[in-house]
């Protein structure tokens, strides 16, 4: 903590802030290099030695700066400038193998790496007593460095895909052919063919009707399922029956069995009664396997709610029916809202059952359609541009219901 004390940090303070740093600067060179191979298309040697060794003087200078008193941000700034000025000189003026004439990427790069590592060292001593470091004060800073690589770890393991997908589909045939590792964009295509991957594919591969046939049977799923999901787990949540518990307790059974084992017997059945290589197949089966689980969801939010509030209207002359909708309803609205778009993004996602039932393009989804797209015949920046179109809609869909999400299902996580 960079207070008015005068004394020297302790050691294991020292040990501490030396950890943190060589972590965050292998951490940060790492992105970097990363990026400059798949963005600037540069060769790079990733020297994650020489950034280990650059963040542990950073982390040692910080932590005697702030034991000394210094602000922590005159302690960063100064840590950054040591870091970068020991990486530049070991590395003979060549960061990430790269010559200095290539500035962005090699001196640019250092300025950024170790400017975020100094960065990520101030955030993880921040609050630290480190003249009075103790078994408290160590924990926490494993903590928050364990915190900071589990977050850039998953930001790392999410974004990356979605960013080659995305790139990939804005490429032109003769880009693959010549550098296909070259995933870089070029903007000055924007407005003479950057995104005509997406028109080919929704136009020529019919994925603007694959769209409508996907929000179609994802919006018929999600009303399947409330209807029947909302009364039967009030039924279950507030009624006494006969089996009650019983019920409760084995409404997720049917998740012990991998969807592959049901494929084959529901192929047989609805190929006897018709019901294959159509949506009304789909709408059987897309409800009976999201209904269990939107039953247990429901079930513990209702039953966070006060009983006092129905036992009223009630006795004001409301039916179970009027006590639901007029009551229960409106105070659900962040579970039923949480359950709806869990409902709908496995019916626009899910594939295994589309995949077997549907034979006729015409009704395919959009799970179902990404498949004519993967053969040899079609361009690879066709195929990603159908994946982009598969999972744009229900990602933004969901960043912009996550609230409701995160509140339904914690909601019903505590009685109370």
């Known amino acids: 903590m ?22 965050a600067a292998v951490l940060a060179v ?5 990026a400059a191979t798949v963005i600037g298309v540069r060769d790079n040697t990733m020297p994650l030695g020489l950034a280990a060794l650059a963040g542990l003087v950073q982390g040692l200078a910080h932590v005697w700066l702030l034991g000394r008193g210094v602000g922590e941000r ?14 530049i000189l070991i590395s003979a003026g060549r960061p990430f193998g790269l010559p200095l004439t290539d500035w962005l990427w090699s001196a640019g790069g250092g300025v950024i790496a170790l400017g975020a590592a100094a960065r990520m060292i101030e955030a993880g001593l921040t609050g630290i007593n480190l003249v009075r470091f103790s078994r408290i004060q160590a924990e926490t800073l494993l903590i928050r460095a364990l915190r900071g690589t589990g977050y850039a770890f998953f930001i790392l393991s999410v974004t990356l895909p979605f960013y080659v997908m995305v790139v990939a589909s804005l490429k032109k045939q003769a880009d693959f052919i010549t550098n296909p590792l070259d995933l870089s964009v070029d903007l000055t295509r924007i407005f003479s ?4 991957s997406y028109g080919e594919v ?11 046939v996907s929000t179609l049977v994802s919006l018929l799923t999600v009303a399947i399922t409330l209807i029947f999901a909302i009364p039967g787990a009030y039924a279950v949540s507030r009624l006494r029956f006969p089996g009650r518990a019983l019920l409760s307790n084995s409404i997720l059974l049917i998740y012990l069995f991998p969807a592959i084992v049901l494929v084959i017997p529901l192929y047989s059945v609805f190929s006897q009664i018709g019901l ?34 129905e036992e009223a209207g009630l006795i004001d002359g409301c039916s179970r029916v009027a006590v639901i909708w007029r009551i229960t309803l409106p105070l659900s609205l962040p579970a039923v809202a949480s359950v709806a778009l869990y409902v709908f993004m496995i019916a626009w996602n899910e594939f295994l059952f589309a995949f077997m039932f549907l034979d006729t393009p015409a009704i395919f989804t959009l799970s179902r359609g990404l498949v004519s797209l993967n053969n040899s015949e079609v361009p690879r920046q066709f195929l990603m541009a159908g994946a982009v179109i598969v999972t ?10 996550e609230r409701f999400m995160v509140a339904g299902l914690t909601a019903g996580s505590v009685k109370g």
């Open 2 to 23: 960079s207070g008015a004390v005068r004394r020297t940090a302790e050691p294991l303070a020292f040990a501490g802030g030396a950890a943190i740093g060589a972590l």
């Open 30 to 34: 790492f992105v970097w290099g990363l």
């Open 74 to 87: 005159r302690a960063t700034g100064a840590t950054w400038a040591a870091g970068l000025a020991l990486f």
């Open 193 to 196: 063919g950057l995104f005509a």
């Open 202 to 212: 929704l136009v020529t591969f019919h994925f603007a009707r694959y769209v409508g």
């Open 276 to 309: 294959r290589d159509s949506l009304l197949g789909l709408l059987v089966v897309y409800p009976a396997t999201t209904l269990p689980v939107s039953l247990y969801m429901l079930q513990g939010y209702f039953r966070t709610l006060p009983s006092e509030l």
């Open 392 to 401: 744009v809609p229900v990602m933004a869909l969901f960043l912009w219901m």
